[in-house]
């Protein structure tokens, strides 16, 4: 069935660029997002990309698919110790209208002043 | 901006008592969704509503009901808590058209004693 795969956690000091990745396995999505949640907080959407397009970039943020390969990345630009939260991938399920989305497990970025 | 409110920010109850979650948005979204999140798990869907008085099971509906009797309430039911419910909690709602994003609330962490 479909499935969306992310490595559990992610290290980097400030300054630095962070870059997540994820694979998922439904090649009918057509919509892929990202989601950051913040302790204690809900999901907030950071962006997302249609999946005829290969990148998509909004401020310190750059999202890469790689339909071939079903593999999307999201690169944080100079990342803040603001940044640091759980990132969330997701992909639409098939065409359908029910808006359900199949997310990732989720990836704790840690990032050390 | 679209406002998606869970009732409880911290829910503290006893084994076997029927607990009650409630989630309300603003946005007249067509679509709700309800989700359990638990560490190196990711969300996980519980029930989702398409419509007033419609429902359906995602992938963990067992222990769990739901009831939406308006547009912009859905309820997520415990009819007898066990402590392996014990988790965060997740409210969600979209536009019933493919590929919208959900909008999440902040989230309740229920505990089970």
């Known amino acids: 069935g479909e499935d969306v795969e992310q490595s559990l956690f992610l290290s980097v000091r400030e300054g630095d660029s962070s870059v997540i990745n994820c694979t998922y396995t439904d090649s009918s999505s057509t919509y892929l997002y990202w989601y950051k949640q913040e302790p204690g907080a809900g999901l907030q959407l950071l962006t997302y990309?249609?999946?005829?397009?290969d990148m998509k970039q909004d401020q310190r943020l750059t999202v890469l698919l790689n339909k071939k390969d079903k593999h999307l990345s999201l690169r944080i630009a100079d990342t803040q110790t603001g940044d640091s939260a759980i990132y969330f991938c997701a992909e639409s399920f098939g065409s359908s209208n029910t808006g359900k989305l199949i997310f990732g497990q989720g990836t704790t970025l840690q990032v050390k002043p | 901006d679209v406002k998606v409110t869970q009732s409880s920010r911290y829910l503290v109850k006893r084994t076997g008592e029927k607990v009650f979650l409630e989630c309300v948005q603003d946005?007249?979204?067509?679509?709700m969704f309800w989700y359990r999140q638990d560490p190196g798990l990711g969300l996980r869907l519980i029930y989702f509503?398409?419509?007033?008085?419609?429902?359906e099971k995602g992938d963990i509906p067992e222990g769990y009901s739901v009831s939406r009797e308006k547009k912009e309430r859905f309820s997520l039911i415990l009819e007898s808590a066990s402590t392996n419910q014990t988790s965060m909690y997740l409210c969600a709602s979209s536009l019933r058209a493919a590929n919208q994003p959900q909008h999440f609330g902040d989230g309740t962490r229920l505990s089970i004693l």
């Open positions: 946005m007249d979204h067509e679509n």
């Open positions: 509503s398409y419509d007033v008085k419609m429902k």
């Open positions: 990309i249609f999946s005829n397009m």
